[in-house]
């Protein structure tokens, strides 16, 4: 009896304990069901960002409109890029460059060094070894613009440039404390400055058209608070705390005097001349000056926010725009470009190349339109100037 006591003792602790083993074990697989869920649950909480503590700086929205969207691999029509720079700083580095170009049916670029002497020298070696899709343009010798003999020393520079296949001057840059040109940047001239008149005309006599950088978009000017509405980038070239500059208002006075003054020069201004915010002012001006062009790069998110009067501008101006880029030379910036031109595709986004909040908006062109901006107004331009 006390064996068999023993016994069903010993059975009953044995039973007690796998039925406890067996608890945890159920438990343990629970655990391991519920356990990603609850963390899958966790993850947007331990993500969540609160609104008060965004940066403006890291507002990167993403379009959720179900709407029409068009890749645009190739430009519609030959292309001229009157405004890019030296991104490409090696032979190799410039091959791939020219590969992109035939694969989207860009036949030139404008490469602007606004160099002069051994630095221009040295670009035309690596961009001349491709003539066929670069040309190589170069900048002014400003410094000791006050000197007597001054327009002279440039003239000789300007002439060597010509002579060497430079085929026009740029960029020029002045938002406000003078023209910025061949490394000088102190005690600098403004472009109505009388001494560069002698330069600019000479220019004109080489068929030289010059491009010309004028203030900088009015964002910059205006106050940075929570009225601005280019405040994204305004902040990082704000010039409202500059007292040594000119306002945005007097550049552009200064932009008129030297078109107007120089009559027989050619001026391509860039950027739509920083009068996106007031294209009428800049139509203004295309008016009055024949001898007045402007590119529009580097200005795509600011115009595609307003795209129909922008349709309009480019209608009634179609003969004196001229496309550009100056964003680098990445495929997904030119076919952002193009779709911004080409299609009416609404509300998108391209912040590896525009960081802007505003939404962009294809323009929708017709195919004259289109045709004329993208390279035949360009080439009709340095063909009668070369002519001459």
């Known amino acids: 009896m006390d064996d068999n006591r023993l016994y069903y003792s010993s059975m009953s602790l044995l039973s007690n304990k796998i039925h406890q083993f067996i608890l945890k074990m159920k438990n343990l697989a629970l655990l391991f069901i519920w356990l990603p869920v609850c963390i899958l649950v966790m993850i947007p909480q331990a993500n969540a960002q609160n609104a008060d503590e965004i940066l403006l700086k890291d507002f990167r929205p993403k379009s959720i409109y179900k709407i029409p969207r068009t890749e645009v691999q190739r430009a519609k029509f030959p292309v001229i890029d009157v405004h890019s720079h030296t991104y490409a700083g090696s032979l190799e580095e410039v091959e791939v460059w020219v590969d992109r170009m035939d694969m989207i049916n860009i036949d030139r670029t404008v490469i602007l060094t606004n160099a002069v002497y ?3 020298d040295s670009l035309m070696q690596v961009y001349g070894a491709f003539p066929d899709h670069f040309e190589v343009w170069c900048g002014l010798d400003v410094t ?10 440039a003239i000789e520079e300007l002439e060597r440039c010509h002579e060497m296949g430079g085929m026009g001057i740029g960029e020029l840059s002045d938002k406000g404390w003078g023209v910025r040109s061949g490394g000088a940047s102190s005690d600098l001239p403004h472009f109505d400055d009388p001494a560069l008149k002698p330069v600019f005309q000479r220019a004109g006599e080489l068929g ?4 010309i950088h004028v203030a900088d978009p009015i964002w910059m000017y205006e106050p940075m608070d929570s009225t601005n509405d280019g405040l994204m980038t305004a902040w990082r070239w704000r010039l ?7 306002s945005h208002a007097e550049m552009m006075q200064v932009l008129e005097n030297a078109v107007r003054d120089n009559s027989n020069t050619t001026f391509i201004v860039v950027h739509y001349a920083n009068l996106t915010y007031d294209l009428e002012q800049l139509g203004r001006m295309l008016d009055n000056y024949p ?3 402007a590119d529009i790069s580097a200005r795509y998110s600011e115009i595609s926010n307003i795209p129909r009067f922008v349709k309009a501008f480019f209608e009634q101006y179609q003969d004196r725009l001229l496309y550009g880029t100056d964003l680098g030379y990445s495929l997904g910036m030119y076919q952002t470009t193009f779709r911004i031109l080409e299609t009416e595709d609404e509300h998108f986004y391209n912040h590896n190349v525009f960081p802007r909040h505003w939404g962009l908006n294809g323009l929708g062109l017709s195919d ?5 901006v993208y390279g035949k107004n360009a080439n009709n331009l340095f063909e009668r100037l070369r002519s001459n």
């Open 118 to 120: 051994d630095r221009l």
């Open 368 to 372: 004259e339109v289109l045709e004329k």
């Open 144 to 153: 000791d613009y006050q000197d007597p003999g001054y327009a002279d020393r």
């Open 291 to 293: 001898n007045l062009y």
């Open 240 to 246: 409202d705390n500059r007292e040594d500059i000119k």
């Open 208 to 211: 030289m058209p010059v491009n």
